[in-house]
């Protein structure tokens, strides 16, 4: 079991960039699919990015494809959203995530830990 801890949130302006951390202790980094989604007031917690164990192969939502980046460091346990030319759609409370077998990336119900959240608004 993993334990994860999410920083970076804030207030930024449309068109700004933020990026968020997420560090992970307890067990073994590298043997976790990581991910990131979001939830906005009122909305499902939705689906953003991922990024695999074996080969760092990296998912998104069409929403953020081509201005958000996930990565990790497995040397410092850390997972990262570097997102770029943000928009007011993208406040929400973001979660890191992490999944043991998690066969379809998008899917909230296959990862099995969770973070607290960290807050990320955008004014326009």
């Known amino acids: 079991q993993v334990q994860l801890v999410e920083s970076g949130g804030g207030l930024v302006q449309a068109g700004g960039s933020l990026r968020l951390s997420c560090a992970v202790s307890?067990?073994?980094?590298?043997?976790?699919?990581m991910g990131w989604f979001r939830q906005a007031p009122g909305k499902e917690r939705e689906f953003v990015a991922a990024?695999?164990?074996?080969?760092?192969?990296?998912y998104y939502a069409d929403s953020v494809s081509g201005r958000f980046t996930i990565s990790r460091n497995n040397a410092k346990n850390t997972l990262y959203l570097q997102m770029n030319r943000m928009t007011p759609e993208g406040t929400a409370v973001y979660y890191c995530?992490?999944?043991?077998?998690?066969?379809?990336?998008?899917?909230?119900?296959?990862?099995?830990?969770w973070g607290q959240g960290t807050q990320v608004t955008v004014s326009s």
């Open positions: 307890g067990d073994t980094f590298m043997a976790y699919t």
């Open positions: 990024i695999t164990w074996i080969g760092g192969t990296t």
């Open positions: 995530a992490a999944g043991t077998v998690v066969v379809n990336k998008k899917t909230k119900s296959e990862y099995d830990t």
